[in-house]
């Protein structure tokens, strides 16, 4: 009997996972959970960032299904013969890994807005505040 359909798109799914969450330790310098280290930043992450960055929840809640996805087949190898999900969440850590390599992920992107805030001029305002404190 030969592997099904479902268990090979699963199995495509784990190893993708493995090798994005290995990506993902590199580039945070973390020893390992490396999805969960970006999603932990995420949440350390000013508000207004979701505001900012149009693709922030949508990376967010993505990050989050594939983590539960992941941990659902770790956790009990009969989950790899069901219905977990298409391929299409191995496209998307592809397009993600591509994304980190141009710094065009959400916390590259908020990291460079932090920057541009700190460096933007004090309005007149803020000015005349600092000068009575």
């Known amino acids: 009997m ?31 959970h490396g999805v969960s280290g970006y999603l932990a930043k995420m949440k350390e992450a000013v508000i207004e960032a979701r505001e900012v960055i149009p693709e922030w929840d949508v990376t967010r809640n993505r990050l989050t299904n594939i983590q539960k996805r992941h941990a659902d087949l770790k956790q009990n190898d009969e989950y790899f013969e069901d219905f977990q999900g298409k391929d299409e969440d191995v496209v998307w850590m592809q397009v993600f890994c591509e994304k980190l390599e141009a710094n065009a992920d959400p916390l590259s992107k908020y990291s460079t807005m932090k920057f541009s805030y700190k460096t933007r001029k004090k309005s007149l305002w803020q000015r005349i505040v600092e000068l009575f404190n």
Not at 16 to 31: M, P
Request: hydrophobic content about 25%; glycine content about 4%; charged content about 40%.
């Open 2 to 32: 030969g592997t099904s359909n479902t268990r090979k798109i699963n199995e495509r799914f784990y190893d993708e996972y493995n090798y994005f969450d290995k990506v993902l330790c590199e580039r945070l310098n973390i020893e390992e």
